[in-house]
């Protein structure tokens, strides 16, 4: 999984909680994305950082935020507003957000709601 | 939005068969990539095909892309039980930096 590590590997919420997953990444890429990927389907982006303080909302922001205060992390609070957050998510990075570039994904973290 | 679909969905073969799976998608692309994913991990990226190239060779991988059809071929040669993985196709529509990912191909090489 290349540089790129996403903790916990197991959350549990209660409905209601926030929760906070981590991303780091020793790759020295500038680029990070946040995707969610539910049973049997392919990956959904939920935001995606360019720089350093700057990030823009993917196609299914609502019920998260993001925050990007270095280079190397970039974690996701999934909260109370969003309705079904039992998925899979992927953190990845790039070197740029350049068309050409490859994805390297992080493990994942499997959330559960109880 | 969804706009790599993967065809078949799912896909069972023995060991040393070739194995093709395909990716339809629906507006103009700068590229096209395939990654593989095993149970429970995350994501490898295996090749990247640019727009304007029709064909690209990794290893035992051949990927074709035919921007007229608006779609992709990714083949497997001499399958091996490792092979083992579901394989998503991504697309990088032109003017975006978003990759969007489609639903993918569960691969299962039985020894």
């Known amino acids: 999984d290349g540089g790129i590590t996403q903790s916990p590997k197991y959350l549990f919420r209660k409905e209601g909680q926030n929760v906070t997953l981590s991303c780091e990444q020793n790759?020295?890429?500038?680029?990070m994305y946040w995707y969610r990927q539910d049973p049997g389907q392919g990956l959904r982006l939920i935001y995606y950082?360019?720089?350093?303080?700057?990030?823009q909302k993917g196609d299914i922001a609502e019920g998260y935020s993001v925050s990007r205060e270095k280079k190397e992390s970039f974690p996701l609070t999934v909260t109370s507003a969003q309705k079904n957050p039992t998925a899979f998510y992927l953190c990845?990075?790039?070197?740029?957000?350049?068309?050409?570039?490859?994805?390297?994904f992080g493990p994942g973290t499997r959330l559960t709601v109880l | 939005s969804q706009q790599g679909e993967e065809d078949p969905q799912a896909l069972s073969i023995q060991e040393g068969e070739n194995a093709t799976m395909n990716c339809s998608y629906k507006?103009?692309?700068?590229?096209l990539q395939w990654y593989r994913q095993n149970s429970g991990r995350g994501l490898v990226h295996l090749i990247l095909?640019?727009?304007?190239?029709r064909e690209k060779h990794s290893g035992r991988l051949r990927v074709t892309l035919d921007t007229s059809k608006k779609s992709s071929s990714l083949l497997i040669t001499a399958s091996r039980a490792a092979d083992t993985a579901s394989y998503f196709c991504?697309?990088?529509?032109?003017?975006?930096?978003?990759?969007?990912f489609g639903t993918g191909t569960r691969l299962k090489v039985l020894a």
């Open positions: 990845a990075s790039s070197t740029e957000t350049s068309p050409y570039n490859e994805q390297f």
């Open positions: 790759l020295n890429h500038d680029a």
């Open positions: 950082s360019q720089i350093v303080n700057d990030f």
């Open positions: 507006t103009s692309i700068n590229n």
């Open positions: 095909i640019r727009s304007n190239e």
């Open positions: 991504a697309t990088v529509s032109s003017g975006t930096y978003k990759y969007i």
